[in-house]
């Protein structure tokens, strides 16, 4: 059985802002009913504004929970401020989800995604009644890496992107790819591969500035967040090229085991993320 948040379990048996909105501004859908999860998301938008959002949903208790949350997050909002909300935003406002249930975060961010893309500041522009149909269908066309769930490969990319997804395990918790038949996880590792080797021939390219605001990036959003657990956390310090100069803090600052978090945990997400010449160095 999993373990959910009392939020998620709250938004699940008292969901809010379920139904239709008659005459929506935007609309999006995600998922798909032959795979066991749709999202239908309304949207009316006023000056800019989300002034009302509804939602349809057909999956399990997390899948309606992330709906729901959803819908509470956008209401009141400017549209530019929406389209910011990541599935991480929507998992975190819940408390956290399940690995095995964050597609169900994903799911709202496609629906989101898929409600605004065609929404400008004067107003929602549906390009199927436009656009002859053949040009409709071109742009619709992505490239599907897992059949069985009808995942493509842009929405891998974006799962990687946004959640540091390391391993075909953690691609299938966040898209349902490779969850059934299992015969395209070699291509989801290969994906894997490309995302970090072009993420690591991109760090040859930085200036300082670029360098110290990426290493930062991955200093506070993988491996200071998994020190905060145990009352233990990591500053930046300096950098010198591939050296970056760190300081322990809290519990991990008076640890004997520090060295190993240091080189085994902290210099390994680094090296993985930015190339295998980073020395990661403690700063008293």
């Known amino acids: 059985m999993w373990d959910y948040s009392e939020k998620v379990m709250e938004h699940y048996r008292n969901p809010r802002n379920v139904g239709e909105i008659e005459n929506a501004d935007a609309i999006g859908i995600a998922g798909s009913l032959t795979c066991g999860d749709q999202l239908k998301i309304y949207l009316k938008i006023e000056d800019g504004i989300v002034t009302d959002a509804k939602f349809q949903t057909f999956g399990c208790g997390s899948a309606v929970a992330s709906s729901s949350i959803l819908t509470e997050m956008i209401i009141g909002k400017p549209v530019e401020d929406v389209r910011k909300i990541t599935n991480k935003d929507i998992a975190d406002e819940l408390g956290g989800l399940p690995p095995e249930k964050m597609h169900c975060s994903v799911m709202g961010y496609e629906a989101l995604e898929d409600a605004l893309k065609n929404y400008k500041a004067d107003g929602y522009v549906d390009l199927d009644e436009i656009l002859p149909d ?47 038949c ?31 605001l990426k290493v930062n990036n991955v200093i ?30 809290g519990r991990c600052s008076g640890c004997k085991n520090s060295i190993m978090t240091l080189k085994n945990f902290a210099e390994k997400i680094l090296k993985d993320s930015l190339g295998s010449d980073i020395i990661l160095v403690e700063v008293k």
């Open 182 to 212: 299992g015969k395209c996880k070699e291509i989801i590792q290969d994906i894997i591969d490309t995302y970090y080797n072009k993420e690591k021939s991109l760090g040859n390219n930085l200036t300082p500035t670029q360098w110290i």
């Open 134 to 180: 053949e040009e409709v269908a071109e742009q619709k066309k992505e490239k599907i890496i897992c059949t069985c769930f009808q995942v493509s490969e842009n929405m891998i990319w974006d799962a990687i992107k946004q959640n540091n997804l390391k391993t075909v395990e953690e691609v299938t918790n966040y898209t349902k790819a490779g969850g059934a």
């Open 220 to 249: 506070e959003t993988q491996i200071s967040p998994e020190l905060q657990k145990d009352g233990g956390d990591i500053e930046l310090v300096d950098i010198k090229n591939k050296t970056i100069f760190v300081k322990l803090k």
